[in-house]
């Protein structure tokens, strides 16, 4: 990896939150700083915010040391999510040119006009809610699990994937909608193909994501394309990108602790044919093609 680094004209990094990978790159830049010109990270959130997700100690401190050593002097910094370069600039000095690029999800726009050609037709009358998109804490699902639990007038489903993570907060998380919404809740535990998947998104009326950090990108594109209504934290990134930023109609998880019975789960008609023109319009190919030529030819 080291020759590789040190002849390539760029190096693109994932998942900066492994010390094998933070010491490669130290190493590699302290005996030829010029490298980190040619550095560049592409933030997946969980080597962002584990500045604040991480459990204290003094191994954990040691290498947030090295990761801010690290970060602090890459050249460039790849986030589709504009608020994530800014905590990136102030938990870790970045100083790094910012570049926006995305990669294509794998739950395609064909594949999801498909799913939901085929779901529209399945229409039972009951609400079907997404919860989260994986067994991780950070989707704060015991919170989100109260809140609904709470909406007495609401005959609903809740879909909660818990495919991939800590499996032994899945079973807890599992434990916990059981008890609180009975055979109102369904956990997904299976890894599913794409196709699978994307029938799920497109059966679903609503998505809360109770994310306490930006997480779960692709599953809010696909669900915004099929015109479903997303709740999301207004105090993470993700929120003031998509709607102040895109322009598309999101709202705000916060809000739904003001209600006894449930609110509105539906999103017009109206609102959903300008949330997907503008998810196919800036997630399209071409523009994928276009942001990494920027990246490349940089």
Not at 244 to 268: I, S, T
Request: glycine letters at 4%; charged letters at 25%.
């Amino acid at each position: 990896l080291m020759s590789l680094m040190r002849s390539s004209e760029k190096t693109i990094i994932h998942g900066l939150f492994d010390p094998r990978l933070m010491l490669l790159i130290r190493y590699c830049t302290f005996f030829k700083p010029s490298l980190n010109s040619r550095l560049h990270w592409v933030i997946w959130g969980g080597d962002l915010y584990c500045h604040i997700l991480r459990e204290r100690s003094l191994k954990s401190d040691i290498y947030e040391c090295l990761r801010k050593s690290v970060i602090s002097n890459l050249g460039n910094i790849v986030a589709l999510v504009p608020g994530d370069y800014k905590l990136a600039q102030k938990w870790y000095k970045a100083k790094g040119r910012n570049q926006v690029a995305f990669y294509p999800n794998p739950v395609d726009f064909s594949m999801l006009e498909r799913a939901y050609k085929k779901e529209a037709n399945r229409n039972n009358g009951n609400m079907n809610i997404l919860l989260g998109n994986s067994a991780s804490s950070s989707n704060n699902h015991f919170d989100a699990i109260d809140l609904l639990s709470k909406f007495k007038s609401l005959d609903f489903t809740v879909s909660c994937p818990l495919s991939y993570g800590n499996m032994d907060y899945a079973k807890e998380v599992i434990a916990y909608g059981k008890k609180k919404l009975g055979n109102n809740f369904e956990a997904i535990t299976d890894f599913l193909k794409p196709e699978e998947y994307a029938n799920i998104l497109a059966s679903v009326d609503a998505a809360i994501m109770y994310h306490n950090r930006q997480q779960a990108v692709h599953n809010i594109l696909s669900l915004l394309y099929l015109g479903k209504k997303l709740f999301l934290r207004s105090e993470v990134t993700t929120y003031s990108w998509l709607k102040n930023d895109l322009g598309l109609e999101v709202y705000d998880a916060n809000l739904l602790n003001d209600y006894e019975f449930a609110p509105d789960l539906y999103l017009l008609e109206e609102a959903g044919t300008k949330n997907k023109e503008i998810v196919k319009e800036f997630f399209s190919v071409s523009n994928c093609r276009r942001m990494w030529n920027e990246v490349f030819e940089s």
